[in-house]
């Protein structure tokens, strides 16, 4: 035991957190403005919107993942543009994993802050259109302050999302040490060889990682609905 953690690569966790963060800010800069849209959008089409965003969720992860392989492979529009102006492929290295986990984790971002900007009364959002406060402003000075619970479990379950991801990650970047071998992937290698003890490590610790991010969450959760009693009380 002690000779397996001693000689335990520690890699593909600095992957995972590294592909994790990168995926969140993304995702959060990309869902802001969706979310908002969503939430304020009033037309019959917004199911359709809807479905398409939380698609992701019910996909199976070699279904969406061979799509996405596709989609970014040179043959296609999207993968040889980008080989041919920027000399970037998509397919088997930590870029393609990142715009694979963007899309992969998007529901995870997108629903929390859609419920949290659906949840906010009228009458905050008018009072700051009428005290002319534009929509940008209203967003970030107005909408987010107010839906703290939400902003955190939609960046913190996206993290945590992305560090666990495994189906996607394997079709779209395969396992290459030191650039698409993210801990998930780990995993299953150490697995496949019958290495149970390394194994055993590496998914504890992913255990652990896991439990304590929604322990946060349901703590501070937990914390922001005893204020908001004791405020309305």
């Not at 992701?56 to 041919?84: C, K, Q």
């Not at 929390?112 to 009072?127: M, R």
């Not at 970047?173 to 998930?184: D, F, H, L, M, N």
Request: with cysteine.
């Amino acid at each position: 035991m002690i000779e397996t953690l001693q000689n335990l690569d520690f890699l593909p966790f600095i992957l995972s957190f590294k592909l994790a963060l990168l995926t969140t800010v993304i995702l959060f800069i990309i869902s802001l403005p969706l979310a908002w849209y969503l939430s304020q959008m009033q037309s019959k089409y917004k199911p359709f919107f809807e479905s398409i965003t939380a698609l992701p969720l019910v996909l199976p992860p070699s279904v969406l993942g061979f799509y996405i392989l596709v989609m970014l492979s040179t043959n296609s529009p999207i993968g040889g543009f980008f080989e041919d102006v920027f000399d970037i492929k998509l397919i088997f290295n930590f870029t393609g994993l990142v715009v694979a986990s963007c899309i992969y984790s998007l529901p995870f971002m997108v629903q929390p802050l859609q419920g949290g900007f659906e949840s906010l009364p009228k009458n905050i959002l008018e009072a700051s259109y009428i005290a002319g406060k534009g929509t940008v402003e209203t967003i970030f000075r107005v909408a987010l302050p107010n839906i703290k619970p939400a902003l955190l479990t939609a960046l913190i379950i996206t993290f945590a999302h992305t560090v666990g991801e495994f189906g996607v990650i394997l079709m779209v970047g395969g396992s290459i040490p030191g650039e698409t071998k993210v801990a998930s992937v780990a995993i299953y290698e150490m697995v496949e060889i019958m290495d149970y003890t390394a194994a055993h490590i590496y998914s504890g610790i992913m255990v652990f990682m896991s439990f304590s991010v929604l322990l946060i969450v349901y703590i501070f959760n937990a914390k922001q609905a005893k204020r908001i009693g004791i405020f309305h009380s």
